[in-house]
């Protein structure tokens, strides 16, 4: 099983569309969760960090699930400028529990909107 | 405002050549990280470095070696290109929490 797998898609909707991407990790250890966006040819930025209790920026809901190890990205009333990678990120702790800060990514989730 | 900074952003190396992929931040950031991305692939992590003379590997190190003789530099070394490293690399630093990036070397080795 991959250590962070996601739905690779693509995903194409028209504006205004509501969308929901979601993310599976293998390690129950793992305490930091991330949603970057990726443009192409371009660096990942941090879209935003994913807490305990779901958090919401703007049309951009993330939920976490701990029980179900998964982390979810809601985006409503879609734009074309949302049109990029969707990057789901997790820390994967070592057998000592540390992690250094090392973040495993997945492969992405590609999501283009329309007219 | 740098943040983090590679260079070159692009190169063509020749099978067998070896160059340095520069990188270095301007946030006091302990922690530094080398990714590879290669198409339509995730980023995997090569190396990465807690704190200046601290070094260790990541998911994918063969082909590669890297130094951290300050806080603000983490080089990442090709000593003899091979094609399989043709790829888009991404240097990233944090100091808790989420990483910034800086925006890729590209590199291809023919």
């Known amino acids: 099983r991959k250590e962070v797998e996601q739905d690779p898609g693509p995903f194409n909707v028209p504006e205004g569309a509501t969308v929901a991407f979601n993310c599976t990790y293998s390690?129950?250890?793992?305490?930091?969760f991330f949603w970057y966006r990726q443009d192409c040819r371009k660096e990942p930025k941090l879209l935003m960090s994913?807490?305990?209790s779901g958090n919401e920026d703007g049309r951009f809901t993330a939920q976490l699930n701990r029980a179900s190890q998964y982390i979810s990205l809601l985006i409503r009333d879609s734009k074309l400028s949302d049109s990029a990678t969707y990057l789901c990120?997790?820390?994967?702790?070592?057998?000592?529990?540390?992690?250094?800060?090392?973040?495993?990514f997945g492969q992405g989730t590609i999501l283009t909107v329309h007219p | 405002n740098a943040g983090v900074t590679q260079t070159p952003k692009f190169r063509i190396l020749k099978i067998g050549q070896s160059m340095t992929l520069q990188c270095t931040q301007d946030?006091?950031?302990?922690?530094m990280y080398w990714y590879r991305q290669d198409p339509g692939m995730g980023l995997k992590l090569i190396y990465y470095?807690?704190?200046?003379?601290?070094?260790d590997k990541g998911e994918v190190p063969n082909g590669y070696n890297v130094s951290r003789s300050t806080t603000e530099d983490f080089p990442l070394r090709l000593e003899l290109a091979a094609p399989s490293q043709t790829s888009v690399y991404f240097c990233?630093?944090?100091?808790?929490?989420?990483?910034?990036f800086g925006d890729g070397t590209r590199l291809s080795i023919l």
């Open positions: 390690n129950s250890a793992s305490q930091s």
């Open positions: 470095s807690v704190g200046a003379g601290i070094t």
């Open positions: 990233a630093s944090t100091l808790r929490g989420p990483q910034h």
């Open positions: 994913v807490y305990s």
């Open positions: 990120v997790v820390n994967i702790p070592n057998a000592g529990g540390t992690s250094y800060g090392k973040l495993t």
């Open positions: 946030m006091n950031h302990n922690y």
